[in-house]
């Protein structure tokens, strides 16, 4: 392994990608090497130590639900057949992975889960509308992964999610929601496999955030 891990990070193609310019300076911040990770451009030639799945475009509800029919405009089933696979292989090679927002919801459909599509109708004491800055209390499970990696059993982060985590995949636990009872993480049962709802790299001055990052790169080194 490289002195500066390589962390493979998927999103959508396009020149202009926020996730992706935010997330990569947060990998840097954390020593990392971040390698962006596109349907188009598949993967690379070099072996990576982790990878993040990116947030962006809901999940084709046929995936997870074939009673769901086809898939709806502004979904990408192409990133979907992508990211599906470098899941896949991460987890088979046992590399640390963080999914954020879209990816959390990707990790719990990869492992046989389904997805609630529109959480309008489901929101009572949290907002609807979509919120880069962190305005939702979130409660975390004692002793999670998640605990372990903020410090806290309560936090503040942002909503930019419009689907989340219904029936739970295999070997997974939640670990963090909102109060709706919205899923707001998820764990897989043995190494680093974290899925979070909300976006940590919009929020790089909050300590519990940049922490998620820190821990990803750790993991990538641990024995």
């Keep these: ?9 998927t999103g959508p193609t396009g020149r202009f990608v926020p996730a992706w310019w935010f997330t990569r300076y947060a990998l840097r911040r954390a020593g990392a090497r971040p ?54 292989e991460a987890l088979r090679d046992e590399l640390p992975v963080l999914g954020i927002c879209r990816g959390a919801q990707l990790l719990n459909v990869v492992l046989g889960g389904s997805l609630h599509r529109d959480l309008r109708q489901r929101r009572r004491r949290t907002s609807r509308r979509r919120n880069p800055w962190p305005c939702k209390p979130v409660a975390i499970r004692r002793r999670s992964l998640l605990e372990r990696i903020t ?40 190494g680093f496999v974290l899925g979070v709802q909300w976006h940590p790299e919009y929020l790089p001055y909050r300590r519990d955030q940049r922490a998620l990052f820190a821990a ?8």
């Design 35 to 88: 390698v962006r990770l596109t349907a188009e451009t598949g993967l690379p030639a070099i072996k990576l130590d982790g990878v993040i799945i990116g947030g962006g475009a809901d999940i084709a509800p046929g995936l997870y639900d074939e009673l769901l029919g086809a898939n709806l405009s502004g979904e990408d089933p192409e990133r979907d057949a992508f990211e599906m696979s470098v899941l896949r």
């Design 1 to 9: 392994m490289a002195s500066r891990p390589i962390i493979g990070v």
């Design 151 to 190: 410090g806290k059993q309560r936090c503040r982060v942002n909503s930019l999610h419009n689907q989340a985590v219904r029936r739970l995949g295999q070997n997974l636990q939640i670990t963090a929601r909102d109060r709706d009872g919205i899923v707001q993480a998820i764990e897989y049962e043995q």
């Design 216 to 223: 990803l790169v750790a993991a990538t080194r641990a024995p």
